[in-house]
């Protein structure tokens, strides 16, 4: 099993800066990439960024230029820095970790950006 935690979710205004945090901890051996999804209310949930071991990135359209995510191997933990936030960025944030097995999920972090 792998325990995700999320943190660094809040309220900001638009333009804002926040940097979402995912500790994982437990069967961490075998995890491959580590991603970040939202869901917004009444709307699917979606891919925001991923991150693969060997350091290969990708992004929604939406994020592009405005959404780093980072990953520090020693901690276990990958980051989500999320700049220039816009109204249609408030949603639930969640970590994903994928194993060859299984996928893990965080509880989920708010973030609402007002305008």
């Known amino acids: 099993q792998v325990q995700l935690v999320e943190s660094g979710g809040g309220l900001v205004q638009a333009g804002g800066s926040l940097r979402l945090s995912c500790a994982a901890s437990g069967s961490i051996f075998g995890i491959n990439t580590m991603d970040w999804y939202r869901q917004a209310p009444g709307k699917q949930r979606e891919l925001v960024a991923a991150?693969?071991?060997?350091?290969?990135?990708k992004y929604v359209d939406s994020v592009k230029g405005r959404f780093t995510i980072s990953r520090d191997n020693a901690k276990n933990t990958v980051y989500l820095q999320m700049n220039n936030l816009k109204p249609e960025d408030t949603a639930v944030y969640y970590c994903?970790?994928?194993?060859?097995?299984?996928?893990?999920w965080g509880q989920g972090t708010q973030v609402t950006v007002s305008s």
């Open positions: 991150m693969s071991t060997g350091g290969t990135r």
């Open positions: 994903r970790a994928q194993k060859s097995d299984a996928d893990y």
